[in-house]
């Protein structure tokens, strides 16, 4: 028989320990603790994201887009000091080191000086550190946080620098220039070398003691219209629990990067996709900010792709051509394949979200980030 005395005992403990979980004073000074550690930062970039993508999630989403959330917008001016029309790797490069450079240069300044990126700076201070992308890891956006190259496309040597930063948490593709390289190298042997858990098959259990790597397709991973699934909330997901497990602050960057690729195929259904894609992750790690108060984050695009309108929507009459507005809805249109100088829209949301609103270059955001981190 059991001991009755030692049951009442457990009921008891059991008691007091639901009592004190849900004690609301309890949890404030949780919270206000919390409040005190160093900052962590999540930076979401949506590759190609003007103001028109996101407007169709506006548009045709059914529920009110997660963008609605924001009250701290800003504005950025995207050039590049090449060009006036900025790409994918001149704009993250000028977001991750502060410093405006050349279309095509992956963490070098205009004179090709090699610059610390934000994720090294705070690697150095003892941040986790993570990175997810649908495109090869090694593609501009990504790389422009880790690596130091001439230009964007030396993807094999953007994957050498990428274990050597050893990133605590990624995620994407590009399993080919690990794996089946020109030098003949085999970088994932180097990657568990590293200790790295490493998976090329799904976003399987994070492995907590160690790093973790998810290279899940042989270059991109499939747009959602060619069957991609969750795979952007699940990874942020994954590497938010994964980063709260740790108890330790982090730095991650998350890329929606098919918008822009939606705007070079001057694809509606794929850009209008893509965005509700990043918009359901963006409602994940909104969640994950509201109970975080030592977080800030910022949603911003290093350009705008495609030159699009969300204008008005006809129906051709089928036997006498003749075209009328459907007024009830809207239409996607593209004025380019190519990326434009548009200004962008900077939301934040979180510690020192005000430091971003005005209109300001692309490269600031770098020297904002660091003012609410050492404002913190
Ligand atoms: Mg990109
Ligand atoms: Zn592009």
């Known amino acids: 028989m059991k001991n009755p005395l030692k049951i009442k005992y457990l009921v008891f403990t059991c008691l007091l320990y639901v009592g004190c979980s849900e004690n609301p004073k309890q949890k404030k000074l949780e919270i206000e603790k919390e ?32 963008f609605q959330q924001f009250q701290h917008i800003g504005l950025i001016k995207t050039s590049s000091t090449s060009n006036t029309v900025t790409d994918s790797a001149a704009g993250a490069t000028a977001f991750s080191t502060g410093k405006k450079t050349y279309n095509r240069a992956i963490g070098v300044s205009k004179d090709s000086i090699i ?25 501009a956006t990504p790389a422009a946080f880790y690596a130091h190259v001439l230009d964007r496309d030396m993807h094999e040597e953007i994957a050498e620098q990428l274990i050597n930063t050893k990133v605590d948490f990624f995620a994407g ?3 080919k220039f690990f794996n089946n390289r020109t030098d003949g190298k085999n970088l994932f042997t180097k990657l568990y070398e590293n200790d790295y858990h490493l998976d090329t098959v799904q976003l399987s259990k994070a492995v907590l003691d160690r790093p973790n790597a998810y290279i899940l397709a042989d270059d991109e991973l499939p747009s959602i219209i060619k069957g991609r699934k969750d795979f952007l909330n699940e990874a942020t997901s994954m590497a938010l629990n994964y980063f709260d497990e740790k108890k330790a602050p982090f730095f991650i960057m998350i890329e929606g990067s098919f918008i822009d690729w939606g705007g070079h195929a001057e694809n509606s259904e794929m850009l209008i996709t893509e965005v509700a894609d990043f918009d359901r992750t963006l409602g994940t790690v909104l969640k994950y900010v509201e ?14 792709t495609g030159g699009v309108s969300v204008g008005k929507f006809y129906e051709t009459n089928k036997s006498t051509g003749e075209k009328k507005e459907v007024p009830e809805k809207v239409a996607v249109y593209f004025n380019s394949n190519q990326h434009t100088a548009e200004l962008i829209p900077v939301f934040a949301k979180g510690k020192g979200a005000e430091v971003f609103q005005g209109i300001y270059e692309n490269n600031k955001i770098y020297n904002k980030m660091f003012e609410v981190l050492n404002n913190n």
């Not at 610059?115 to 593609?139: A, D, P, R, V």
């Not at 109970?291 to 911003?300: F, K, Q």
Request: aromatic share 6%.
């Open 291 to 304: 109970n975080h108060p030592n977080t800030l984050l910022i949603v911003t695009a290093d350009h705008e």
């Open 115 to 139: 610059q610390e990126t934000i994720l090294e700076q705070l690697k150095k201070k003892g941040y986790q550190t993570g990175l997810i992308s649908l495109t090869s890891i090694t593609h």
């Open 173 to 175: 593709g590009g399993q």
């Open 35 to 66: 409040a005190r550690e160093p900052l962590s930062i999540i930076f979401m970039i949506g590759d190609g994201m003007g103001l028109p993508q996101i407007t169709t999630a506006f548009y045709f989403g059914e529920n009110t887009p997660n």
